[in-house]
């Protein structure tokens, strides 16, 4: 039986608003979605491996200011930009991460580079920017991340927050939202999982954390088994209230209710994402593909920018819960 | 069924030759973890909580100039000390950690904080010690964490490796052994599980790291999942060789092999050290406690500092595989 490649994404969850979505900016977003598909899949379809297939889809991603990750990162709670990213190859079980970089350009080749030289699994702050530097990823100015529409964010973040720290924003606030924004309500991160013709699977995650955040936090996304992980069965990349899915270690407990409980990929996705993360309060979603090349994108909360392609086929992207496209169980929205 | 509560706790594997242990020496270490072991049951008789006993012998542990955590720690390859911490409540699932923390006295305390203040999980570098600073927790000068022991040791490391950096030395390398030091057999990090007298777990885990290691590199021990997990079915410590802790999720394994597979503690603890993590290549044990009051203690290097005591009891403690004062199956060694 050959194996059909295929590659999934996010570019985050949370409450995306129609009524402060725009027409044209919907059409970027979807647009995003589908070129970073298609710059995917045409690579596993030229034979290369799923992790090179997750690492090009993410970096795609943070090169996008659509999305918080890379360029478009949103404001620490001092006015900088710090993002996490992480890389996992689940042929091997190697893994690379990086936390509290301010000036890697894309995070993920960050973790790539840890993962490929340093010996280490997770390496945080300047030194891991010096080191992977050294390893030839490119750093950039500080301000490289800053967009208007971020700074705005976080300037309306402040003001609700009154003293100008406390209040978090997550990262998917439309800009033109007039009335006070719930600051739980949007959320960030990058993310990509995929299967190659070899029966392999890898999974990166990316972000830029959630508006208005302690500078020195860290969130799930770069936390491997949290945020990010992958083995022979299924690889995964979530989004969401990241302090919540560490306290779940989801991503690894997708991997583990289909291993140990012989859940299939869709009732473990739906178990940890409609079941055990509301159970503490946790928001969001999550990307799976298993070695079988099934797809799950399930999300808890109102939307989360996702496509899925397989080689050979169309990207199939959705916004909003509601507006699946394919009726397959590939795009699972809110149950 | 009234609960007896019980403590365990660990203060690193590896080889701990005894050859390069003299009696002096052998008995320090017994009576540093019997006295902790002392202190984190008299709290539980107290009516403690499991997260305020493991959090206290956690602290004690790192104020031990023998252990690797706190006073004692080891040096990076620039001759600092960079210390990682993580606290988790299984009754509740809350959870603290710092990363990269260098003038924390107590890391285990700014877990706690991080944990009750900050709406976070992790927090990491400098920016996390302000923050934590911000809440009593108490700083040092960085050279507070400086002793002769773990100075001579990280020259060693750096004379191993030629060029001063590059090679890593774990840390129960025993600091009168003259033959060449194996830079893979010697770990370090401490910890905590408990059960307390609500049925209530908790673990909390500390380390310096390893010598000689990179500026940056965080391993498993603040990583939640990795090397520290607590929920309603038991509480896990680990220690050794981190960065394999870290991809195979192990303290996480521990509860999902338990809930989801339906393994005794022992089975699962005996399945991810002795068979899964040397699969990849890890080395290094574990302390657990499940709700049933039951401990396991499996480690598959020469030695593993360890101990457990329950209310009413008196401390049982090991180093060697082969020593186990008490037969039972909770001072489980190499098999």
Not at 234 to 241: C, P
Request: charged residues 15%; negative net charge; contains cysteine.
């Amino acid at each position: 039986m050959s194996i059909t490649p295929v590659i999934a994404i996010h570019g985050g969850a949370g409450t995306i608003l129609r009524a402060s979505m725009n027409p044209k900016l919907e059409a970027d977003y979807r647009r995003a979605l589908q070129d970073v598909l298609r710059a995917g899949a045409a690579l596993l379809a030229g034979g290369a491996s799923a992790l090179d297939a997750v690492t090009e889809a993410v970096r795609l991603l943070e090169e996008c200011a659509l999305f918080n990750a890379g360029k478009g990162a949103v404001y620490t709670d001092a006015g900088t930009h710090e993002m996490d990213a992480c890389v996992m190859d689940g042929a091997t079980l190697a893994a690379g991460a990086v936390a509290g970089v301010t000036r890697v350009r894309n995070p993920v080749l960050a973790a790539r580079a840890v993962m490929a030289h340093s010996g280490h699994v997770l390496m945080i702050g300047p030194a891991a920017q010096e080191f992977v530097a050294r390893h030839g990823v490119e750093l950039v100015a500080p301000d490289w991340f800053a967009t208007p529409e971020r700074h705005a964010q976080w300037l309306r973040a402040r003001q609700q927050a009154g003293t100008g720290s406390g209040a978090v924003l997550l990262d998917h606030d439309a800009a033109s939202l007039a009335a006070p924004l719930d600051p739980d309500s949007k959320f960030g991160t990058v993310g990509a999982v995929a299967l190659d013709a070899h029966g392999h699977l890898a999974a990166a995650t990316s972000t830029g954390g959630v508006t208005n955040k302690r500078v020195g936090r860290v969130g799930d996304s770069p936390i491997v088994g949290a945020g990010c992980y992958a083995n022979h069965l299924v690889a995964v990349s979530t989004t969401g209230t990241g302090e919540m899915f560490m306290r779940a270690v989801t991503a690894h407990d997708v991997c583990a209710l289909m291993e140990y409980a012989g859940l299939s990929l869709q009732a473990a996705t739906q178990r940890v994402i409609m079941d055990k993360l509301p159970h503490i309060g946790g928001r969001g979603g999550l990307i799976a593909v298993d070695a079988q090349g099934q797809v799950a994108l399930p999300f808890n909360t109102e939307g989360m920018y996702r496509g899925y392609a397989r080689v050979g086929g169309e990207p199939v992207c959705a916004i909003y819960g509601a507006d699946n496209a394919d009726p397959s169980t590939a795009m699972l929205g809110p149950s």
